[in-house]
Nanobody, 124 residues
Framework: QVQLVESGGGLVQAGGSLRLSCAAS????????MGWFRQAPGKEREFVAG????????YYGDFVKGRFTISRDNAKNTFYLQMNSLNPEDTAVYVC?????????????????WGQGTQVTVSS
């Protein structure tokens, strides 16, 4: 089991950038696939990005369209979401999650541990 804590959210103008971090604790972090989800008020939790245990493979939700990049630094037990070209529709609570089974999925059920979330607000 891995425990996760997000940081890096905040307020940014449309077109701007933010870098979210997810710090993990646990001995098995380096062999877990990881991912980011987001949830806006009144909307379902939405997959944003996922990354393999080695960082060699990544995949994204359809809405990303090249704007976001997921990465990880296993030596620091941390993974990241670099978000560029943000727009107001990106406003949400962003939550990181661990995939201990190597599902490499895009649904919440594919992930077994969750952080508390960090708020991202994009103004127009």
């Amino acid at each position: 089991q891995v425990q996760l804590v997000e940081s890096g959210g905040g307020l940014v103008q449309a077109g701007g950038s933010l870098r979210l971090s997810c710090a993990a604790s646990g001995r098995t972090f380096s062999v877990y696939a990881m991912g980011w989800f987001r949830q806006a008020p009144g909307k379902e939790r939405e997959f944003v990005a996922g990354i393999s245990w080695s960082g060699g493979n990544s995949y994204y939700g359809d809405f990303v369209k090249g704007r976001f990049t997921i990465s990880r630094d296993n030596a620091k037990n941390t993974f990241y979401l670099q978000m560029n070209s943000l727009n107001p529709e990106d406003t949400a609570v962003y939550v990181c999650a661990a995939d201990p089974w190597g599902n490499y999925g895009k649904r919440p059920a594919d992930f077994g541990s969750w952080g508390q979330g960090t708020q991202v607000t994009v103004s127009s």
